[in-house]
Nanobody, 113 residues
Framework: QVQLVESGGGLVQAGGSLRLSCAAS????????MDWYRQAPGKEREFVAA????????DYADSVKGRFTISRDNAKNTVYLQMTSLKPEDTAIYYC??????WGQGTQVTVSS
């Protein structure tokens, strides 16, 4: 079974950058497509970005295209979310997700205006 631990969140001014990390346990991490989701206060959890098991294919929500980049390092069992040009509306708890309905505990991102 895969366990996920996110890190890298914090408080940043609008226009700033953050890099989130999701460390996964388990030997089969490299077989999984991985996703990032986020949930803002009072809103439903929404898809942010996805990456295939090899890293060769990625997908993004329209709201983050051109600003966020998902990547992974299978040797380190880690998936990343590089976030640039952050906006106040990016404020949310960001979650890492793996197949089998596996979720991390989330990391808070707050963007001040």
């Amino acid at each position: 079974q895969v366990q996920l631990v996110e890190s890298g969140g914090g408080l940043v001014q609008a226009g700033g950058s953050l890099r989130l990390s999701c460390a996964a346990s388990g030997r089969t991490f490299s077989r999984y497509d991985m996703d990032w989701y986020r949930q803002a206060p009072g809103k439903e959890r929404e898809f942010v970005a996805a990456i295939s098991w090899s890293g060769g294919s990625t997908d993004y929500a329209d709201s983050v295209k051109g600003r966020f980049t998902i990547s992974r390092d299978n040797a380190k069992n880690t998936v990343y979310l590089q976030m640039t040009s952050l906006k106040p509306e990016d404020t949310a708890i960001y979650y890492c997700h793996a197949p089998g309905d596996r979720w991390g505990q989330g990391t808070q991102v707050t963007v001040s205006s």
